[in-house]
Structure formats: C-alpha cells, structure tokens
Antibody, heavy 117, light 110 residues
Framework: EVQLVESGGGLVQPGGSLRLSCSAS????????IHWVRQAPGKGLVWVSY????????NYADSVKGRFIVSRDDAKNTVYLQMNSLRVEDTGIYYC??????????WGQGTTVTVSS | QSALTQPPSASGSPGQSVAISCTGT?????????VSWYQHHPDKAPKLIIY???KRPSGVPDRFSGSKSGNTASLTVSGLQAEDEADYYC??????????FGGGTKLTVL
C-alpha cells in the first residue's frame, strides 16, 4: 500500500526547534517530489515547502524561508522538515504529500506542532 | 504568493449540483494548467479529486469535474451526496517551484 507517515510533532516554546519526518512505504521517495503543507487551527491548507527527486531543488513559502529546511534521506525513504526559530503562528497540523503532475496525490495523516510558552 | 480566492461556503441539496470557484492571477491559475482540488474531511488526510484542471484520479467519481477560464478555476460536484460534505481546497502551481492554495470552501449538503 502506498503510504506516507509523518512524525516528530510536539509542543515547543517560541524560538525552539523541531524536526518532522515523512516516511514513505509502498514507493521509493527518490522517484518523487515531496511537499509539506500545514493547517493552522481553524484555518485552511497552506503550502510550506517542496523538495525534488534528487534533492537538488527545494523551495519554501515566504513565511518560513530562512527558518525551515527540507531534506531527504533516500536510504531511509524519508523526507525531513527541520523547523528552527519557531513562532506561535507556526502552530498547526503538518502534512507531507507526494507530488504527481504538480499536485499531491498521496498524503499522510499529519503531525501536530504546537508552539507555545 | 497570495492565497487563491474561494468562497468560504457553498451548499446544495442531495442530487443537486454545486460549483466552487477559485480565483488566482495571471501568475498562477491564468498561466499554468496545474490546478488541483482536494477534499478534506475533519481529522482525515486531504484527498486529491482533480489534477491538471480537469483530470480525475482513479477511483474519484465522475460527479466531480473541474474547469478553468482565465484566472478562475472551478470545481463542480454533481448529484450531491451526504458524504460530499467536506472542505474543498484548490491549489495552483505558481512557477519558480511555488504552489499556492485557496482559503477553502466548506460544502454543506442540506
């Protein structure tokens, strides 16, 4: 079964860091681009970041540029989102999604990040 | 990138059709045929229902259809069913490895 599973969320103080993981099964990550999308409480989906198949190209939403870093470990079939200098407004559910045709055809169930003092 | 504009809510009775609009700019929706739509039920993963403006992934009922004119894309749900009640989001590629979502539309089946 093709599946993505996010992990690594939790409670962190403003200014702190977290690393989220997106583990794939049923397909090999090197063949696909992977996105991160988040949803703040009561709000809509917002695109956060993407990394291409070989890791040579990655991009970020302006709101996280310079603070978040996306990377991949093909041996572990996993993509990571390193989140630094976290702000209260970074609170939400973080989803990873597999890219097909510039859309996201497989999604994980999400991991919750809470930034609060 | 500014969020695409969707109506916050839409509704229809079972069996009816409802259309949800998604307005972007000439930098995203107007230029790229990479508009996708997602159905999102609370506490579940979003589900892709339309990609490349009009295409349906395998397993998505043909009651769901997509279209685009200029800077505005639309999702039409025909023959509304109770299980269609969910939040719907459009998303467009915006060039230079950027994607942008709409604010979401809550669809209510009356």
């Amino acid at each position: 079964e093709v599946q993505l599973v996010e992990s690594g969320g939790g409670l962190v103080q403003p200014g702190g860091s977290l690393r989220l993981s997106c583990s794939a099964s049923g397909f090999t990550i090197p063949n696909f681009w992977i996105h991160w999308v988040r949803q703040a409480p009561g709000k809509g989906l917002v695109w956060v970041s993407y990394i291409n198949g070989d890791g040579s190209n990655r991009n970020y939403a302006d709101s996280v540029k310079g603070r978040f870093i996306v990377s991949r470990d093909d041996a572990k079939n996993t993509v990571y989102l390193q989140m630094n200098s976290l702000r209260v407004e970074d609170t939400g559910i973080y989803y990873c999604g597999r890219d097909q045709h510039y859309s996201m055809d497989v999604w994980g169930q999400g991991t919750t990040v809470t930034v609060s003092s | 990138q500014s969020a695409l504009t969707q109506p916050p809510s839409a509704s229809g009775s079972p069996g009816q059709s409802v259309a949800i609009s998604c307005t972007g700019t000439s930098s995203d929706v107007g230029t790229y045929n990479y508009v996708s739509w997602y159905q999102h039920h609370p506490d579940k993963a979003p589900k892709l229902i339309i990609y490349e403006v009009t295409k349906r992934p395998s397993g998505v009922p043909d009651r769901f259809s997509g279209s685009k004119s200029g800077n505005t894309a639309s999702l039409t749900v025909s023959g509304l069913q109770a299980e269609d009640e969910a939040d719907y989001y459009c998303c467009s590629y915006g060039g230079n490895s950027n994607w942008v979502f709409g604010g979401g539309t809550k669809l209510t089946v009356l």
